[in-house]
Protein backbone atom coordinates (compact mmCIF):
# COMPACT_ATOMS: atom_id res chain seq x y z
CA UNK A 1 0.00 0.00 0.00
CA UNK A 2 1.53 3.15 -1.17
CA UNK A 3 1.70 6.11 1.99
CA UNK A 4 1.52 9.79 1.58
CA UNK A 5 4.88 11.68 1.91
CA UNK A 6 3.57 13.00 5.29
CA UNK A 7 3.01 9.41 6.31
CA UNK A 8 5.51 7.81 5.35
CA UNK A 9 7.95 10.90 7.19
CA UNK A 10 5.75 10.16 10.47
CA UNK A 11 6.22 6.36 10.43
CA UNK A 12 10.34 7.04 10.29
CA UNK A 13 10.08 9.59 13.13
CA UNK A 14 7.84 7.19 15.18
CA UNK A 15 10.95 4.91 14.58
CA UNK A 16 13.52 7.00 14.89
CA UNK A 17 12.35 8.05 17.98
CA UNK A 18 11.56 3.92 19.34
CA UNK A 19 15.14 2.92 18.80
CA UNK A 20 16.60 6.24 20.18
CA UNK A 21 14.53 5.53 23.24
CA UNK A 22 15.65 1.75 23.78
CA UNK A 23 19.24 2.96 23.20
CA UNK A 24 18.75 5.97 26.39
CA UNK A 25 16.91 2.81 28.16
CA UNK A 26 19.74 0.37 27.76
CA UNK A 27 22.51 3.27 28.23
CA UNK A 28 24.08 2.95 25.12
CA UNK A 29 24.70 6.56 24.65
CA UNK A 30 27.97 5.63 22.25
CA UNK A 31 25.78 4.68 20.01
CA UNK A 32 23.81 7.45 19.81
CA UNK A 33 26.86 9.75 19.99
CA UNK A 34 27.69 8.06 16.55
CA UNK A 35 23.95 7.71 15.33
CA UNK A 36 24.02 11.85 16.13
CA UNK A 37 27.23 12.17 14.55
CA UNK A 38 26.27 10.10 11.21
CA UNK A 39 22.92 11.74 10.76
CA UNK A 40 24.87 15.84 10.99
CA UNK A 41 27.43 14.02 8.12
CA UNK A 42 24.36 13.33 6.08
CA UNK A 43 22.38 16.11 7.14
CA UNK A 44 25.43 18.52 5.57
CA UNK A 45 25.82 16.30 2.47
CA UNK A 46 22.38 17.04 1.77
CA UNK A 47 22.50 20.81 1.82
CA UNK A 48 26.13 20.70 0.45
CA UNK A 49 24.49 19.38 -3.01
CA UNK A 50 21.31 20.70 -2.46
CA UNK A 51 20.94 22.85 -5.44
CA UNK A 52 19.44 26.46 -3.38
CA UNK A 53 20.39 28.38 -6.48
CA UNK A 54 17.90 27.22 -8.57
CA UNK A 55 15.17 27.62 -6.11
CA UNK A 56 14.23 31.49 -6.73
CA UNK A 57 14.62 31.08 -10.34
CA UNK A 58 12.04 28.87 -10.79
CA UNK A 59 9.37 31.03 -8.18
CA UNK A 60 9.41 33.78 -11.56
CA UNK A 61 8.60 31.14 -13.62
CA UNK A 62 5.66 29.69 -12.90
CA UNK A 63 2.60 30.37 -14.85
CA UNK A 64 -0.28 32.15 -13.17
CA UNK A 65 -3.27 30.57 -12.94
Not at 33 to 54: H, M
Request: net charge positive; aromatic share 6%; no cysteine.
Amino acid sequence: KNLSRRSNALLWLIGIGIVIGILIKYEMIQVLYVLATLALVVLLLIVNFADLEKIGENIGNTPAK
